[in-house]
């Protein structure tokens, strides 16, 4: 048998994951990774089903595999608000805090691979690279925050569909070459929850699909599929 130089002494369950080479796992070593998938679980989640509740003590941390996961923010009343999605390599979790401060949810289907706090919180002690690895995903979500302020405050209707398409686009697949010029993908929120992450109506949200469809920047079958074949004639529509 090939002895492979690149998986040797990696373990089965992280040979072919996203997450090891551009998550958190990367900064582990194969000793690490093998300690840590002793107490790792692979698990597929139906689109819908709640992953952790605003408020609730986290037992245990998941890095997304594959799907998309959609992080909301209740309010006292009840109500909710759309604060960001989540991505495969990304990390579902909140080190260092006992509660999460929002609640995630598969908003399609997703494939995770979770595993303890106690094991991540180990890890950490043991290897400072790991920390670093946190931090870096901590300050990209701060700066994904930050361009999400400006495009929710400044940009037209027009503008933010667009915006939004084109992130969905640029995060739907890890394994995508990053300077392709075409993309495909099914929409992961219902229209109503784009508006609502938006700040817009159904209706705007609507027309504004309609009118990329009708100007040939995007194509749409089955109401949720979209096919863009010039990712930078979105991307000059969203005022990038």
Do not use: Y
Not at 49 to 78: C, P, Y
Not at 183 to 193: G, H, I, K, V
Request: with cysteine; charged share 25%; proline share 4%.
């Amino acid at each position: 048998m090939r002895h492979d130089v690149h998986t040797a002494g990696i373990p089965i369950l992280c040979a072919s994951c996203e997450a090891r080479h551009k998550g958190i796992c990367g900064a582990l070593n194969p000793d690490q990774l093998v300690a840590l998938s002793k107490s790792a679980r692979k698990e597929k989640v139906e689109p819908g089903r709640e992953l952790i509740g605003d408020a609730e003590t986290a037992g245990h941390f998941s890095n997304v595999m594959s799907g998309v996961v959609k992080l909301t923010k209740t309010l006292s009343d009840g109500r909710q608000q759309i604060v960001g999605l989540q991505f495969a390599p990304d990390f579902v979790g909140r080190p260092f805090k006992t509660e999460s401060a929002v609640s995630a949810e598969a908003a399609t289907g997703v494939e995770l691979c979770s595993f303890p706090r106690s094991a991540l919180e180990r890890m950490m002690a043991e290897q400072p690279h790991l920390e670093h690895r946190l931090l870096q995903q901590t300050l990209k979500e701060l700066d994904q925050a930050r361009e999400w302020m400006v495009m929710l405050g400044r940009k037209t209707a027009a503008e933010k569909i667009a915006s939004f398409l084109s992130m969905i686009a640029g995060n739907i697949d890890p394994t995508a070459d990053p300077g392709r010029r075409s993309a495909a993908f099914d929409l992961p929120l219902s229209r109503a929850e784009i508006a609502d992450f938006l700040g817009l109506t159904i209706e705007t949200v609507s027309r504004q699909l309609t009118r990329l469809r009708g100007e040939g920047v995007i194509r749409v079958e089955q109401q949720r599929h979209i096919i863009i074949d010039d990712l930078r004639k979105l991307a000059a529509r969203a005022g990038d």
